[in-house]
């Protein structure tokens, strides 16, 4: 699925490169936890998380992460925009809980890892 | 090739930007995607467990054709039981680094799970050394 079509599902709002919209991803990983985000293997992940900060970030770059939805209307700050278009990142932003954005990319066909 | 980093301690906002820096170079260097995730894995671990845990440390990076060896140095209370410490489940950590995503005590098994050898030498009031190797080829 396109990330273009995950932004239209999730009514999320994006920052970054427009082209990026047309990303391709097939799994997807919800947590909180960066320190699980870490054990994840599995490449082309799109992350959803409600741990609006740095870290998160830093935790997709070193995990290859290359699209991030922050849940629960999670603000993404300045600070957070410029580290994600240094390394490519995509970021959205979407009102709907951690469950009700999991079940809704689910039921579209977006798989999950484990 | 040899780096070295500075890392402070309590410094949440530039943890892991000493690992940045090793991606960048290991792309550079054209080290296969899957081999540039396990050390930079590893390495944001150790060097989030050196902001969170120590007083300050450095990080020692040596890059050759075959492998690639990380010693993060610290100085810091030193971890009482490194057996314990390895379990997955076990932490210290402080509620403000539970607020950064971490803290779960999942960063050494995940370092020893990323690595090909992890050595961990603590000496608890003086500090704690954590070599990494990885191979390259």
């Not at chain 1, 995990?63 to 603000?75: E, L, T």
């Not at chain 2, 607020?99 to 704690?128: R, Y």
């Amino acid at each position: 699925m396109k990330i273009r079509e995950v932004v239209a599902l999730l009514d999320a709002k994006v920052f970054g490169d427009e082209q990026m919209l047309e990303n391709e991803v097939e799994f997807a990983f919800s947590s909180d936890l960066m320190s699980d985000v870490l054990t994840v293997k599995t490449q082309n992940v799109l992350l959803l998380t409600g741990l609006a900060n740095i870290q998160s970030l830093r935790t997709a770059e070193m995990s290859d992460v290359v699209n991030i939805i922050y849940v629960r209307g999670k603000k993404i700050t300045d600070d957070m925009k410029e580290l994600a278009e240094e390394n490519d990142i995509l970021l959205m932003e979407c009102n709907y809980s951690m469950f009700k954005a999991s079940g809704i990319l689910y039921k579209a066909g977006i798989k999950p890892i484990y | 090739m040899h780096f070295e980093y500075n890392i402070i301690s309590g410094d949440f906002s530039n943890a892991g930007s000493a690992s940045s820096q090793i991606k960048k170079v290991l792309k550079q260097l054209n080290v296969d995607s899957v081999t540039i995730k396990r050390i930079v894995v590893a390495l944001y671990e150790a060097e989030v467990n050196v902001v969170a845990h120590s007083f300050g440390g450095t990080i020692f990076a040596e890059i050759t054709e075959e492998e690639i060896i990380l010693i993060l140095k610290d100085t810091g209370p030193g971890i009482p039981d490194i057996s314990r410490a390895m379990q997955e489940g076990y932490s210290t950590a402080s509620p403000q680094v539970r607020e950064m995503g971490f803290g779960a005590g999942m960063g050494l098994p995940n370092i020893k799970k990323n690595a090909d050898k992890l050595e961990i030498k603590s000496e608890v009031g003086v500090g704690t050394e954590v070599k990494i190797m990885v191979k390259l080829s």
